[in-house]
């Protein structure tokens, strides 16, 4: 994967930076049974009051229906097409499935139209491939990770994001995740061999406003430039710096711990996440 930088011919791709498709992505249009329409609610609840700001418009959307808990076990299938997905930053990958069924899952590196995937506790540790977690060896780098057995893929989805098995411990996996927190996770939940795809994400640069808005992200104004009744941080004559900064509501927003001191999960956190 590569990124495209453009000659700064205008304002707006002076600074643009986006990825490429030619070559990575292998099909325009998504499967239409797998595809469904996804409502846009401006930040709107259901009795039309505007509920969360800074948001509205953007480009019209449909939902790939993703398969985070390959539950398809020993069936095996081929990857058919690589394909764009709007609504995250990972690449997406159509198998069929020797019985005759489709389905999407999260593409990861190194995964090519016509490669054989399969899911199950019999499966190969190989790229693509989904198992549990005791029968993955120490040290392989994994994503799509479950959080409990059946639940589905909750974690490391994102792309060019991965975490490690580390250990075994009883009953339990030891992983490092990506945010750099070390954790316990059951045995008996799956992930997915290997990298997400599209690493390059993270290089990428809007480049202008507008392709914000394309996302359906409106302006965001900041509370310094607020009157002191709309915004803890607002008012005051001239610019105004020092106090913490916080929230709207006045929560702090650095450094203030928002988890639950005797969360029920905390028991499973080895390392806390690195700051």
């Given at each position: 994967m590569?990124?495209?930088?453009?000659?700064?011919?205008?304002?707006?791709?002076?600074?643009?930076?986006?990825?490429?498709?030619?070559?990575?992505?292998?099909?325009?249009?998504?499967?239409?049974?797998?595809?469904?329409?996804k409502r846009s609610t401006g930040g709107r609840n259901a009795a039309g009051h505007l509920t969360t700001r800074y948001r509205g418009g953007g480009h019209k959307r449909k939902l790939r229906l993703i398969d985070f808990k390959r539950m398809k076990d020993g069936v095996p299938a081929v990857v058919k097409s690589i394909e764009y997905d709007p609504n995250r930053s990972a690449r997406i990958a159509l198998l069929y499935y020797t019985?005759?069924?489709?389905?999407?899952?999260?593409?990861?590196?190194?995964?090519?139209?016509?490669?054989?995937?399969?899911?199950?506790?019999?499966?190969?540790?190989?790229?693509?491939?989904?198992?549990?977690?005791?029968?993955?060896?120490?040290?392989?780098?994994?994503?799509?990770?479950?959080?409990?057995?059946?639940q589905g893929a909750s974690m490391a989805r994102s792309a060019g994001t991965f975490a490690q098995l580390t250990s075994r411990e009883g009953d339990y996996a030891i992983i490092k995740l990506p945010s750099g927190e070390t954790r316990k996770i059951l045995l008996t939940c799956k992930a997915t061999i290997g990298v997400v795809g599209n690493s390059d994400h993270a290089l990428e640069r809007s480049g202008?406003?507008?392709?914000?808005?394309?996302?359906?992200?409106?302006?965001?104004?900041?509370?310094?430039?607020?009157?002191?009744?709309?915004?803890?941080?607002?008012?005051?004559e001239g610019r105004q710096s020092g106090g913490h900064p916080r929230s709207r509501t006045g929560l702090y927003a650095k450094g203030l711990k928002t988890r639950a001191p005797k969360k029920h999960s905390s028991k499973y956190i080895i390392e806390r996440r690195k700051k």
């Open positions: 590569a990124v495209r930088k453009f000659k700064p011919v205008t304002p707006g791709q002076r600074h643009k930076i986006i990825g490429v498709f030619k070559g990575t992505i292998t099909a325009t249009t998504p499967e239409k049974s797998l595809t469904v329409g019985d005759g069924e489709k389905a999407y899952m999260i593409a990861p590196n190194g995964l090519e139209v016509g490669q054989t995937v399969v899911s199950g506790p019999d499966a190969a540790p190989e790229v693509g491939n989904a198992l549990p977690l005791a029968k993955i060896p120490v040290g392989t780098l994994i994503h799509c990770i479950e959080l409990r057995p059946g202008k406003a507008g392709r914000s808005r394309w996302l359906g992200r409106r302006p965001h104004n900041r509370g310094v430039v607020m009157n002191p009744v709309d915004h803890p941080m607002g008012g005051g």
